[in-house]
């Protein structure tokens, strides 16, 4: 059974840093893209970044570039993304998912069919 499992959220003040981890079981992580993602309430998801399976190629939204790093390491099945210089306004429920075509690398929410139950992440003073 797919599963992805986010961790790494907290409270950080304007400024620091976070290192969420995605950790995938019940398949072979290798042969797939990861996106992250967030969403606050009442807004729609927003794709953040992506990786293609290999990590040769990667993908950021424009609101996260020069701040946030994904990576992944499939000897042990997990992605991750660096954040740094946090913002308020990148508080939000942070999420990994699978898309539904192995190595799509896109941050559109709807190629995504698998997701995990998100990391909560606070940046507050």
């Known amino acids: 059974q797919l599963q992805l499992v986010e961790s790494g959220g907290g409270l950080v003040q304007p400024g620091g840093s976070l290192r969420l981890s995605c950790v995938a079981s019940?398949?072979?992580?290798?042969?797939?893209?990861i996106g992250w993602f967030r969403q606050v309430p009442g807004k729609e998801r927003e794709g953040v970044s992506c990786?293609?399976?290999?990590?040769?190629?990667?993908t950021y939204a424009d609101s996260v570039k020069g701040r946030f790093t994904i990576s992944r390491d499939n000897a042990k099945s997990t992605v991750y993304l660096q954040m740094n210089s946090l913002k308020p306004e990148d508080t939000a429920v942070y999420y990994c998912a699978v898309p539904r075509l192995f190595n799509l690398c896109t941050l559109f929410h709807g190629e995504y069919d698998h997701w995990g139950q998100g990391t909560q992440v606070t940046v507050s003073s």
């Open positions: 019940g398949f072979t992580l290798g042969y797939y893209a």
């Open positions: 990786i293609t399976s290999s990590g040769d190629n990667t």
